[in-house]
Nanobody, 123 residues
């Protein structure tokens, strides 16, 4: 079984910064891509940023230039540095691990989600 544990959410003033972390644990052979999604009240879950194993990055237009996604060398922890936060960034942020191969049967590939962490930017 694989678990994604998120941390780093909280309450912040507009213009402030937060750093989210997500650590994957379990019998992981490899993870194809990790990313962050968010869901605001009454809205659908949306992509924030993703980072595949090759280290390339992809961002939603709303966060480009303000958020930075990164991974550790072992490719099991993903971070989201959020700067210049705005009230519209308020949401539950979810970590996602896509294309996870688990030992011992690495032909099985699954996606996993974290439990979510609340980010609130005061208005």
């Amino acid at each position: 079984q694989v678990q994604l544990v998120e941390s780093g959410g909280g309450l912040v003033q507009p213009g402030g910064s937060l750093r989210l972390s997500c650590a994957a644990s379990g019998n992981i052979f490899s993870i194809n891509a990790m990313g962050w999604y968010r869901q605001a009240p009454g809205k659908q879950r949306e992509l924030v940023a993703t980072i595949p194993r090759d280290g390339s990055t992809n961002y939603a237009d709303a966060v480009k230039g303000r958020f930075t996604i990164s991974r550790d060398n072992a490719n099991v922890t993903v971070y989201l540095q959020m700067n210049s936060l705005k009230p519209e960034d308020t949401a539950v942020y979810y970590c996602n691990a896509r294309g996870v191969r688990i030992l011992p049967v690495i032909s099985n590939i699954r996606d996993y989600w974290g439990q979510g962490t609340q980010v609130t930017v005061l208005s």
